[in-house]
C-alpha cells in the first residue's frame, strides 16, 4: 500500500508551495549568476525557468543545502547555455552588446558585490572561457570559496585558482582604472549635451584619443554595424547623426548595470540605451544599445 503521506510530501500542493518559497527567496542570487555569467538578462530569466522545472521534479528530501544545489545547476546550465550562445553571436548583425538591467529597480543584482556586472568587466568576460568566467563569477561576484566553486564546475582546487587568477590578470591588464561614479555621470551628462547640438571641439575634449564607439542595433533597427574608432573619428560620427537622431528626444536618467546610463525616448518610445565607460584618460568606450529584443524590457522596467 502506497504511503499517502509520503506522496503528498513529494508531490503535494504544500510541498510544492515550499519548494517555490525556498527557489523564489534564492531567485535574486541566481539571476545574479546566470546574469554575469550569459550577459543577457533574457536568456538568464529563461535559464531560470529549467532550473525550476529541475528543482520542481527533483527529490529534495536529498537535498541538504538548496542554496548550494540550486546555484551549482546554474552555473552548470549557464556554462553550457554560454557555449551555445557564443555560436550564435558569431553571427549576429553589428557589434553585440550586453543586454542591459535596470539595477535601479533591482537592488538584489547588486547587492553582495558589484563585480562583473559593469559594462567594461561584462565586455571583457566575453574574451573567457565559459568556466573561467563561470569560476571568475563566482569568486569575485559573490565570494564562493575555492573548494566550493571546484565542486561546482566539477574541477580541482588548483585548477580553479588558476582559472580566477587567469581572469583577474586578464581584467586588469585591459581594463583601464575607472572614474568614479559621479565622474563617470558627469562624463555621460556632458556627452549627451555636446552630442545632442553636434558640438565636435566639445566632443573631442571629453574623449579619450583610443575611445571606441559601439552601437548594437542587432539588424533589426538602423546602426553602424562597425566600431569607429579614435576621438576625431568618433565625434565627427556622433555629430553627422545629430540633427536626424536627436530631434524630439527626451532623456532620463537611469541606474543601468551599476552604472549611470541615459534612456533616449520618442514620443515616450524608449529607442537608445546610451552610456559610456570611462577612465581618467577622458571616456573609452561610447555604448548606443539599440537593438528592440535587448530594450524593451528594460523600458517595461522603467
Do not use: C
Not at 537592488?107 to 573561467?132: I, W
Not at 552604472?259 to 537608445?272: I, W
Request: charged letters at 25%; glycine letters at 6%; hydrophobic letters at 45%.
Amino acid at each position: 500500500m502506497r504511503d499517502i503521506r509520503t506522496e503528498s510530501r513529494h508531490g503535494g500542493t504544500e510541498d510544492l508551495d515550499e519548494a517555490a518559497a525556498t527557489f523564489e527567496s534564492l531567485r535574486p542570487r541566481l539571476f545574479g549568476i546566470a546574469y554575469r555569467i550569459l550577459s543577457s538578462a533574457t536568456e538568464a530569466e529563461d535559464l531560470l525557468q529549467d532550473v525550476w522545472l529541475r528543482w520542481q521534479a527533483y527529490d529534495r528530501d536529498t537535498v541538504a543545502d538548496p542554496g548550494a544545489f540550486l546555484a551549482t545547476v546554474t552555473t552548470r546550465l549557464a556554462i553550457n547555455a554560454l557555449q551555445s550562445a557564443r555560436v550564435r553571436r558569431e553571427t549576429y548583425v553589428g557589434p553585440w552588446l550586453p543586454e542591459p538591467v535596470d539595477t535601479s529597480n533591482d537592488p538584489h543584482l547588486g547587492a553582495e558585490r558589484g563585480e562583473a556586472l559593469s559594462f567594461a568587466v561584462l565586455l571583457l568576460l566575453e574574451k573567457l572561457s565559459p568556466t573561467e568566467r563561470a569560476a571568475y563569477v563566482l569568486r569575485e561576484a559573490f565570494d564562493y570559496p575555492y573548494r566550493r566553486i571546484a565542486e561546482i564546475i566539477e574541477a580541482s582546487e588548483a585548477a580553479v585558482r588558476q582559472l580566477v587568477s587567469r581572469a583577474r590578470k586578464h581584467i586588469v591588464s585591459e581594463r583601464r582604472t575607472p572614474v568614479t561614479r559621479d565622474e563617470q555621470r558627469r562624463l555621460l551628462t556632458a556627452f549627451v549635451a555636446a552630442a545632442r547640438v553636434g558640438d565636435l571641439a566639445k566632443l573631442e575634449e571629453l574623449l579619450a584619443a583610443d575611445v571606441i564607439s559601439y552601437s548594437d542595433g542587432g539588424g533589426a533597427v538602423r546602426a553602424s554595424r562597425f566600431p569607429v574608432v579614435g576621438a576625431f573619428r568618433v565625434a565627427k560620427f556622433v555629430r553627422a547623426f545629430a540633427s536626424r537622431f536627436w530631434a524630439g528626444v527626451e532623456v532620463e536618467w537611469a541606474d543601468v548595470n551599476g552604472q549611470p546610463a541615459a534612456l533616449l525616448r520618442h514620443d515616450g518610445e524608449l529607442f537608445t540605451v546610451l552610456t559610456v565607460n570611462a577612465s581618467e584618460e577622458g571616456i573609452d568606450q561610447v555604448l548606443w544599445l539599440m537593438n528592440p529584443a535587448k530594450i524593451t524590457p528594460l523600458s517595461v522596467a522603467s
